[in-house]
């Protein structure tokens, strides 16, 4: 990977996000007596973030390495969906420079804590603690920030002016709401009336179709769907009318 792309325009004015993934990297240096890690992951936050709020993110998934310290040392690699939340701080509140807290829990609670310092200065700054007490530590860095081409929610996407917009008529087709999440047993047998609207890309020409219904199977009466890009890939889900799991990015 091209030197980590290290975060393009440092965080350029973080407090106004909308949807946005972070991607970041942490790896610490070859020490023998020191416990350490290396991890790569990214959060997906959906409020803004601001010195003043935090954001949540939820079931994150994070691949991690952690070297016990020792002549006999040993390495356990795995993955972890972990939930918590994001902080941030601007220049001048703590170091000279911004930087990003992520601090969270996995989803199977099992002990183990992140802290998590993206950008904070020194080679051990940010720590893992396990449910047996040891301490791991690293150095984290944002890799990427990418925001949702679509915005945060149907209205937002509605009012882009990125967009040309066409109504197609309403059908009855097989639901793709949880196509990749943990829920997608639930689309089994779910075949609602959707209502569709193509959405055309000025700036690349690129057309995505929005799926959406109100046919919610568990409480009724919340917006649900998912989007297409042209070549029938499903690129973000639709839950309460707000947009998650997306993958364009602009």
Same mark, same amino acid.
């Given at each position: 990977?091209?030197?980590?792309? $290290?975060?393009?325009?440092?965080?350029?004015?973080?407090?106004?996000?909308?949807?946005?993934?972070?991607?970041?990297? %942490?790896?610490?240096?070859?020490?023998?007596? &020191?416990?350490?890690?290396?991890?790569? =992951?990214?959060?997906?936050?959906?409020?803004?973030?601001?010195?003043?709020?935090?954001?949540?993110?939820?079931?994150?998934?994070?691949?991690?390495?952690?070297?016990?310290?020792?002549?006999?040392?040993?390495?356990?690699?795995?993955?972890?969906?972990?939930?918590? $939340?994001?902080?941030?701080?601007?220049?001048?509140?703590?170091?000279?420079?911004?930087?990003?807290?992520?601090?969270? +829990?996995?989803?199977?609670?099992?002990?183990?804590?992140?802290?998590?310092?993206?950008?904070?200065?020194? #080679?051990?700054?940010?720590?893992?603690?396990? &449910?047996?007490?040891?301490?791991?530590?690293?150095? %984290?860095?944002?890799?990427? #920030? &990418?925001? %949702?081409?679509?915005?945060?929610?149907?209205?937002?996407?509605?009012?882009?002016?990125?967009?040309?917009?066409?109504? +197609?008529?309403?059908?009855?087709?097989?639901? *793709?709401?949880?196509?990749?999440? #943990?829920?997608?047993?639930?689309?089994?047998?779910?075949?609602?009336?959707?209502? *569709?609207? $193509?959405?055309?890309?000025? $700036?690349?020409?690129?057309?995505?179709?929005?799926?959406?219904?109100?046919?919610?199977?568990?409480?009724? =009466?919340?917006?649900?769907?998912?989007?297409?890009?042209?070549?029938?890939?499903?690129?973000?889900?639709?839950?309460?009318?707000?947009?998650?799991? %997306?993958?364009?990015?602009?």
């Amino acid at each position: 990977m091209k030197a980590l792309l $290290v975060f393009i325009t440092s965080i350029l004015s973080i407090s106004a996000f909308s949807i946005t993934t972070i991607e970041f990297s %942490c790896s610490a240096p070859d020490i023998p007596y &020191k416990y350490r890690f290396n991890l790569k =992951g990214s959060v997906e936050i959906y409020t803004e973030l601001n010195e003043e709020t935090s954001a949540r993110f939820y079931s994150s998934v994070m691949t991690q390495s952690l070297t016990k310290a020792g002549n006999n040392q040993t390495t356990v690699t795995s993955n972890a969906a972990v939930t918590g $939340v994001v902080k941030y701080f601007p220049p001048g509140i703590m170091t000279k420079e911004e930087f990003i807290l992520i601090q969270g +829990l996995p989803k199977d609670n099992d002990g183990t804590f992140y802290n998590l310092a993206l950008n904070f200065p020194g #080679k051990f700054s940010s720590k893992i603690r396990t &449910k047996e007490g040891f301490e791991y530590a690293s150095e %984290c860095k944002t890799i990427a #920030k &990418k925001t %949702c081409l679509f915005g945060s929610d149907l209205g937002e996407l509605s009012d882009s002016e990125r967009f040309t917009s066409k109504k +197609l008529p309403n059908l009855f087709t097989q639901s *793709r709401v949880y196509e990749g999440t #943990k829920d997608e047993d639930a689309d089994i047998g779910f075949k609602p009336l959707v209502a *569709r609207t $193509v959405y055309t890309d000025k $700036v690349t020409g690129e057309s995505y179709t929005l799926f959406y219904t109100f046919d919610d199977e568990y409480d009724g =009466g919340n917006t649900i769907g998912w989007i297409e890009d042209a070549n029938g890939n499903k690129v973000a889900s639709i839950g309460d009318s707000d947009i998650y799991t %997306c993958q364009k990015f602009q």
